[in-house]
């Protein structure tokens, strides 16, 4: 990532706040340590994951200096609502893609998101959006959250399907970075998401074993009320 580079370029000082995700990796936030300045972390929007451009400007302060939003699972950064609130106050903005990044295989993915998104039930699938590659197919599980998300996770990988829970925890609860926030969007993304495997050397068979399990055990899992 350019992140730790352009701040320092940019003028980015000691003391300043950066603001930055509260969910997915935690390199963008070391980073802005490591300048020894103060990552201050936004929500996210609940359908691209990335920052929400309305929270970002709730968090802004006299001691601003950049924004920085990361292109999350494939999925492009609203970076001109962003881009809008920097300008507005005078800050730096940098949009940047997730660390690791693939760049090959995207139409193939595509097809295979394609295929996903008309045929599960038993999940809540991505949002379409322009220009998603669909770096991870990441859907939200129907129920209570993290303890009925594990339980679906488990019982995927028990038939062979190599599900992952993308982020497991939001950035301001991790070491070295805790701060005394509840930021609601992030903390149900962390609680309900789960990456289903999308890549080239899966077969349509594959696809269809992942779907009917997938729909199986979705209609299991309902909200208490």
Request: hydrophobic letters at 40%; proline letters at 6%; a positive charge.
């Amino acid at each position: 990532m350019r992140t730790v580079g352009t701040l320092k370029s940019a003028g980015v000082r000691a003391g300043d706040e950066v603001v930055v995700p509260a969910y997915g990796n935690a390199e963008v936030a070391r980073a802005v340590v490591e300048l020894g300045a103060v990552p201050v972390f936004a929500d996210v929007d609940g359908d691209s994951y990335c920052l929400d451009p309305a929270a970002v400007a709730d968090v802004v302060t006299g001691r601003t200096a950049a924004v920085v939003a990361i292109n999350r699972f494939g999925r492009q950064a609203d970076a001109g609502w962003i881009r809008e609130v920097g300008q507005r106050h005078g800050l730096l903005v940098l949009v940047d893609d997730e660390p690791g990044a693939r760049t090959d295989g995207v139409e193939l993915r595509r097809v295979q998101a394609s295929y996903l998104d008309g045929k599960l039930r038993g999940v809540r699938t991505p949002t379409p959006a322009a220009g998603h590659t669909y770096e991870q197919y990441v859907v939200r599980v129907p129920g209570n959250g993290r303890p009925d998300r594990d339980a679906f996770a488990r019982a995927l990988r028990a038939k062979g399907i190599g599900c992952k829970v993308p982020v497991l925890a939001p950035v301001y609860r991790m070491p070295g970075l805790r701060r005394d926030v509840f930021l609601p969007e992030t903390e149900r993304a962390v609680d309900e998401t789960l990456a289903l495997p999308v890549h080239a050397g899966m077969t349509r068979r594959e696809l269809h074993k992942m779907v009917s399990a997938c729909n199986a055990l979705g209609g299991l899992l309902q909200p208490a009320f």
